[in-house]
């Protein structure tokens, strides 16, 4: 099983990037649960014959789509050994706990935050969005919103976010209990950051209407292109309107590891919050959100749920508090700190940085590429290491769609597609380590002749 993973991961070049799953075997995983034994050989053979061909392929090199990390193998290994542990990382007093405290340490040092600040590994930013929502109503309305509900009484809060932040945040408003409509969404400059000017006047419109704003969430490389908000001018509004400051920093905020982009997060060091993913541009093995919480005391207070149960004592396997279920809603927990923990430690930070600075530098190589290929139109300036580019032609949504699927279903690469100002835009997201030039021009070729051969069959 190693030595066939290891094949995979090393030749994972030569294989398409992503396959459609035939019939055949879609219908394999319609069988009904096994009653009797199977050999383990046989198991995995399957693995070989029905999984592996037909992964998401965010592995390969030319996968450009969403925001996926590629992996690393250290990452890999990491995982197994934490499944061969089976370590439960929601309690008690155990080094792979130290571990995610090594790291939420490490975290707190990266990002300039105090001692007295607590982190958590979670599975994703959508999770970590979600936990920042919940500290920041603790903050908003204190420990009894937790006994009494938010309703009957309760100052109406409101929160901010821009035109361009993740869906995770309506969402987590939504869970919260606090809903979608009371987070405010405000608009964009060319730059697609948030408008500072905006956000103060929402501000001030709903203090006047007797809503209480209690938190403005800024993000750190949005999901479209790569925009980063002004965040320093965001703390300083956050620290005057006494508002909590949550920065999504989803794949954005580990750029603080690449020296030549972490200048451009200045003020993340002043966040009450952050969330992130080392899945993401860390390249560590899904999943592995995680979030930084300045006041650990809040957090705790967000989340801890005595239970006789879960008595914690001074000595024996329950010491060690405060343990990490106390920071979040899980109480059974994997060790995903393991596998970041492997790949922080067997890669180093820096050159974790040199990929972040490294696939912004493909970015700007691909837009460069656009720009000199008439048939080609760039969408959005590139901030970071996204590009939003399309095919020009009549249609051009439905042409540039119809693109992307034959992009996808070629094996040759695998963009995905956003809406920017109300056009369709192939959107590459260069987050993977292995990706390289040759990538990038396989991507505009490939584009082109896709194109050209969508204008010839409308033709015909
Ligand atoms: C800016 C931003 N926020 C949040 C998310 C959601 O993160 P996750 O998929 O890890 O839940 C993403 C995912 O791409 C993102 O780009």
Redesign the pocket.
């Known amino acids: 099983m190693l030595d066939d993973i290891f094949d995979y991961v090393e030749h994972i070049r030569e294989r398409p990037v992503w396959q459609p799953i035939p019939d055949e075997v879609r219908a394999h995983f319609r069988a009904a649960a096994p009653h009797a034994p199977t050999e383990l050989a046989a198991v995995h053979d399957e693995f070989m014959r029905y999984i592996l061909p037909f992964a998401t392929g965010n592995t390969h090199p030319g996968f450009m789509g ?2 996926h990390g590629g992996g690393n193998v250290p990452g890999m290994l990491a995982e197994m050994l934490a499944a061969g542990l089976n370590a439960n990382l929601g309690g008690r007093d155990h080094a792979p706990i130290e571990v995610e405290r090594q790291i939420v340490q490490w975290m707190r040092q990266f990002f300039g935050f105090p001692e007295t600040a607590s982190g958590l590994f979670v ?5 970590a ?1 979600l936990l920042g929502v919940l500290v920041a109503r603790t903050a908003a309305l204190g420990v009894g919103a937790r006994r009494y509900g938010i309703a009957a009484g309760q100052p109406r809060l409101t929160a901010y976010a821009s035109a361009a932040t ?1 869906g ?1 945040v309506a969402q987590a408003m939504d869970i919260s209990g606090l809903g979608t409509g009371s987070l405010r969404v405000i608009p964009i400059n060319r730059h697609q950051q948030i408008d500072l000017d905006a956000l103060e006047q929402a501000i001030a419109a709903d203090r006047r209407a007797g809503f209480t704003p209690f938190l403005v969430v800024g ?1 750190a ?3 479209d292109v790569g925009a980063i908000d002004d965040l320093a001018g965001l703390a300083r509004i956050a620290a005057r309107e006494k508002l909590w400051f949550h920065i ?1 920093g ?3 905020a580990l750029a603080i590891l690449a020296p030549d982009i972490a200048p451009r997060l200045d003020g993340i060091a002043c966040a009450d919050s952050i ?1 992130l ?1 080392f ?2 541009w860390a390249q560590v093995p899904y ?1 592995a ?1 995680f979030i930084l919480v300045r006041d650990g005391t809040l957090h705790r207070d967000t989340f801890a749920s005595p239970a006789a149960y879960l008595r914690r004592e001074t000595r024996g396997l329950a010491a060690g508090s405060s343990w990490p279920c106390d920071l979040g809603p899980d109480l059974s927990r994997g060790f995903r700190a393991l596998k970041t923990w492997f790949t922080l430690k067997v890669h180093g930070t820096e050159a974790i940085g040199a990929v972040i600075s490294r696939t912004c530098a493909l970015a700007r190589d691909l837009e460069r590429k656009v720009i000199a290929t008439p048939k080609l139109e760039l969408l959005a300036p590139v901030a970071l290491n996204i590009v939003c580019f399309r095919y020009r032609g009549d249609d051009a949504d439905r042409l540039n769609s119809n693109i992307v699927a034959d992009l996808h279903e070629s094996g040759i690469v695998a963009p995905s597609t956003t809406m920017i100002d109300g056009r369709l835009a192939i959107r590459a997201a260069i987050v993977n380590h292995r990706t390289s030039e040759c990538d990038i021009d396989a991507l505009i070729k490939a584009t082109v002749a896709f194109g050209d051969a969508q204008l010839r069959s409308c033709a015909a």
């Not at 599975?123 to 999770?127: I, P, Q």
């Open positions: 969403w925001v599975t994703g930013t959508s999770m969005n993740h995770c993000t490389g949005t999901v999504d989803a794949y954005g969330a993913d899945h993401k999943d959100g």
